[in-house]
């Protein structure tokens, strides 16, 4: 009896660690991965389990007497998808609709599943964003292709650089540049008119919005080493983007 329940304990450990980490991969916020796994652990009767997350690491801890298991994080992206998926999962495990094999099943198999639209849906996505917020900028309608154009551009460099480095910053800044050039290239040929706005608008799918949410919302759930270093994070992305623009204009 006592082995199966340490094989249940291990396969539950499993569980818990796997939803933490596919959550926190996708740009979940760091209390509701925690918040999550202690649910879980809750409805398997482990009711001194503990949790620490990180954006880096994942610590978990059946009870005070047993070992402390840890995962880390390797990457992030937006995925949105895959954090509704586990929520899901896990609150029909807490729900008793779900076996702990079951859920671990499902675990895996979102795991091993990306819900990202396709490439060309995120371009096309990132320069009617573009078009939109140049209008919001009090841009003129005659510059809407361009930043339709350039803002789909730039997103496109962007995801090319980062599966090549795998360097956010670099890729951000790249991406940046390529705006800012094609910006004042498109008003000094004489068929754009503000290279501001054009820039602004085209530069608004790079902000980092969903890192500063989180970061302000870590933040307010007192997960201050979480929030501090998503919040990093997002500065150093917002300098990239603001660094590209700034070489483009100083000359």
């Known amino acids: ?19 933490g980490k ?3 991969e996708s740009g979940a916020e760091t209390y509701r991965v925690e918040d999550t796994m202690i649910r879980m652990a809750v409805s398997q009767n482990m009711m001194d389990s ?31 998808e895959r954090v509704a998926r586990v929520n899901a999962v896990s609150r029909r495990l807490v729900a008793g609709q779900l076996t702990l094999q079951q859920a671990y099943d499902e675990m895996t198999e979102i795991e091993k599943t990306h819900y990202l639209f396709p490439l060309w849906l995120q371009v096309l996505a990132a320069a009617a964003a573009s078009a939109c917020f140049l209008i919001l900028m009090g841009g003129g309608w005659a510059d809407i292709p361009f930043a339709f154009l350039i803002g789909g551009i730039g997103f496109y460099i962007v995801e090319m650089v980062l599966v090549k480095t795998r360097v956010k910053f670099f890729a951000e800044f ?30 608004m799918p790079l902000v980092p919005g969903l890192l500063i949410t989180n970061a302000v919302r ?22 990239a983007i603001g660094a590209g623009i700034a070489i483009v204009l100083s000359f």
Do not use: K, Q
């Open 1 to 19: 009896m006592a082995e199966i329940s340490e094989v249940r304990r291990e396969l539950a450990l499993d569980c818990f660690l796997l939803a």
């Open 50 to 80: 503990h949790c620490f997350v990180t954006p880096a690491g994942i610590m978990f801890s059946p009870s005070n007497d047993l070992p402390t298991r840890f995962v880390r994080i390797h990457g992030r992206r937006t995925d949105l």
């Open 22 to 24: 596919v959550m926190m």
């Open 218 to 239: 870590d933040m307010m759930a007192g997960h201050f080493v979480s929030g501090l270093s998503m919040g990093a994070e997002a500065f150093l992305t917002a300098f």
């Open 174 to 203: 790249i991406g940046a540049v390529a705006i800012g050039t094609l910006a004042v290239l498109a008003v000094y040929s004489g068929f754009g008119n503000d290279p501001d706005t054009i820039i602004i608008g085209s530069v």
